[in-house]
């Protein structure tokens, strides 16, 4: 007789496809936002702003009052990247020298050597900067546009990445130092940081009754789920997305119709345009896209452009914002198909 068993078949074993460079850099970018969940609660649209701003080598101005985490979702980030953080205290007396670093003298060696500052890292927090006289404020410039900074005429280099997030109150202006419009153009993104809803804050009520320190983020469980390969692969993924002459010229467009509002004395640079695109263009990555579309240059418009327009005084005066004169203009610039 014969043996009528069927015959074993094969299994697979054969491992699943594996991801993409791409793919793997969205998925730990994504990972990074629910480290930070695990430390900060409702800051989801400001923490979206800080990623685009890493992928774009930009820096942040964070506008809002104390204690809606601005310094805690900063310090989650960091860890969350397994990168360096540093915070400085903008304060009237703080000098140059305290946030770049300066020469010292060393009696041993009867020489001068330099001490670095707190602006040699990866992420640069620093808060309330308009409380800080315009020389000190002035002492970012270099850094944040040429990532590095000149001691005794000396060039030296930052780490890559490098990341200046400031932060200012908007209600209080009492011994403050305005920043200058060269120095906000520097910043690739403006953005404010709400009071929670309710529910988010419940949530923030909860969480300390159960034992959350914010001084310990270990605690809370936050851990290192990204590093700077995936940063770095993830911006080249970013210049690969494609944005069309149609595209363009609506960014453009947008800017120079800025220049030409009742409402504004200085519009917005071709430097801004630039940072349009670039923000338009992170986004459309981060959503999964491989090309721009005007939907995403206008959901990072307001990000990117708001603070790079002056108004008329007069136009302040009548209570108009840079912010209500930029959605008229996104309304009345032809939108490409």
């Given at each position: 007789?014969?043996?009528?068993?069927?015959?074993?078949?094969?299994?697979?074993?054969?491992?699943?496809?594996?991801?993409?460079?791409?793919?793997?850099?969205?998925?730990?970018?994504?990972?990074?936002r629910?480290?930070?969940?695990?430390?900060?609660?409702?800051?989801?649209?400001?923490?979206?702003?800080?990623?685009?701003?890493?992928?774009?080598?930009?820096?942040?101005?964070?506008?809002?009052?104390?204690?809606?985490?601005?310094?805690?979702?900063?310090?989650?980030?960091?860890?969350?990247?397994?990168?360096?953080?540093?915070r400085v205290?903008?304060?009237?007396?703080?000098?140059?020298g305290?946030?770049?670093?300066?020469?010292?003298?060393?009696?041993?060696?009867?020489?001068?050597s330099?001490?670095?500052?707190?602006?040699?890292?990866?992420?640069?927090?620093?808060?309330?900067?308009?409380?800080?006289?315009?020389?000190?404020?002035?002492?970012?410039?270099?850094?944040?546009?040429?990532?590095?900074?000149?001691?005794?005429?000396?060039?030296?280099?930052?780490?890559?990445?490098?990341?200046?997030?400031?932060?200012?109150?908007?209600?209080?202006?009492?011994?403050?130092?305005?920043?200058?419009?060269?120095?906000?153009?520097?910043?690739?993104?403006?953005?404010p940081?709400?009071?929670?809803?309710?529910?988010?804050?419940?949530?923030?009520?909860?969480?300390?009754?159960?034992?959350?320190?914010?001084?310990?983020?270990a605690?809370?469980?936050?851990?290192?789920?990204?590093?700077?390969?995936?940063?770095?692969?993830?911006?080249?993924?970013?210049?690969?997305?494609?944005?069309?002459?149609?595209?363009?010229?609506?960014?453009?467009?947008?800017?120079?119709?800025?220049?030409?509002?009742?409402?504004?004395?200085?519009?917005?640079?071709?430097?801004?345009?630039?940072a349009?695109?670039?923000?338009?263009?992170?986004?459309?990555?981060?959503r999964?896209?491989?090309?721009?579309?005007?939907?995403?240059?206008?959901?990072?418009?307001?990000?990117?452009?708001?603070?790079?327009?002056?108004?008329?005084?007069?136009?302040?005066?009548?209570?108009?914002?840079?912010?209500?004169?930029?959605?008229?203009?996104?309304?009345?610039?032809?939108?490409?198909?």
């Amino acid at each position: 007789m014969t043996d009528s068993t069927p015959a074993p078949q094969p299994t697979d074993t054969s491992a699943p496809p594996a991801l993409s460079a791409g793919a793997q850099a969205r998925t730990a970018l994504g990972n990074v936002r629910t480290e930070v969940s695990r430390a900060v609660v409702g800051q989801d649209q400001v923490l979206t702003g800080l990623v685009i701003a890493l992928l774009c080598r930009g820096h942040v101005l964070l506008e809002g009052v104390p204690g809606v985490a601005k310094t805690l979702l900063v310090r989650a980030l960091s860890r969350s990247l397994d990168l360096e953080f540093s915070r400085v205290q903008f304060t009237p007396d703080l000098m140059p020298g305290d946030v770049t670093g300066s020469l010292v003298y060393d009696a041993r060696t009867a020489a001068f050597s330099f001490r670095e500052g707190p602006i040699f890292t990866n992420l640069l927090l620093a808060d309330e900067i308009n409380r800080t006289p315009p020389k000190t404020q002035s002492s970012l410039l270099e850094a944040m546009e040429e990532r590095q900074v000149t001691v005794d005429g000396e060039p030296r280099g930052l780490p890559d990445p490098f990341l200046v997030i400031a932060t200012q109150n908007p209600v209080e202006y009492a011994g403050t130092y305005p920043l200058p419009e060269a120095q906000l153009d520097r910043f690739l993104l403006k953005l404010p940081v709400e009071l929670p809803a309710r529910d988010a804050e419940i949530d923030v009520v909860r969480r300390h009754a159960q034992g959350f320190d914010p001084r310990d983020l270990a605690a809370a469980g936050v851990t290192a789920v990204a590093g700077a390969t995936d940063l770095e692969q993830a911006r080249a993924e970013v210049r690969q997305v494609a944005i069309s002459d149609e595209v363009a010229g609506y960014i453009v467009d947008i800017c120079r119709a800025t220049r030409e509002a009742a409402s504004v004395n200085v519009g917005v640079s071709p430097r801004g345009a630039t940072a349009l695109m670039n923000t338009a263009r992170a986004w459309a990555w981060m959503r999964g896209g491989d090309f721009v579309t005007p939907d995403d240059v206008k959901a990072l418009a307001h990000w990117t452009l708001a603070h790079r327009m002056q108004l008329l005084a007069e136009a302040e005066l009548e209570g108009v914002t840079a912010s209500t004169v930029l959605s008229s203009v996104l309304a009345s610039v032809p939108v490409p198909r």
